[in-house]
């Protein structure tokens, strides 16, 4: 199971004051996918997913929450706490996009 790091998001306009990240990617890699594709890959196992915090250099993992009324999203998970990590990434190049 491939082991990959994100290091840049694509957000929507904001809706109700709340940012909602739409696509992840990054660009050394050359690839951008949707959150349904990264929520997909995760439930299938067929990769994890990473950020590391640009100060101090940890590992976050990347896992799905899944709240009742709303479609699955992603978040981080370091230090045994849920964070928000991805939203303090860069925004994706579009030629990222592969």
């Known amino acids: 199971m491939p082991d990959v790091r994100i290091t ?3 957000k929507s306009q904001p809706q109700g004051g709340h940012d909602h ?3 992840v990617g990054n ?15 995760i439930d299938a196992k067929t990769n ?7 100060v101090s250099g940890k590992r976050a993992d ?3 929450v899944r709240p009742g009324n709303h ?7 370091a230090d045994r706490v849920w964070n928000d990590n991805l939203l303090s990434l ?8 592969a």
């Not at 660009?27 to 890959?41: E, F, I, L, R």
């Not at 994890?48 to 640009?54: A, M, N, R, S």
Request: net charge neutral; glycine share 4%; aromatic share 16%.
């Open 8 to 10: 840049c998001i694509l």
């Open 21 to 23: 990240i739409t696509h």
């Open 27 to 41: 660009p050394a890699g050359n690839w951008m996918w949707t959150v349904a594709q990264v929520v997909n890959s």
């Open 48 to 54: 994890t997913f990473y950020v590391l915090d640009p």
């Open 62 to 64: 990347v896992g799905v």
């Open 71 to 77: 479609a699955p999203y992603l978040r981080t998970y």
């Open 90 to 97: 860069t925004s994706c190049p579009w030629s990222a996009a």
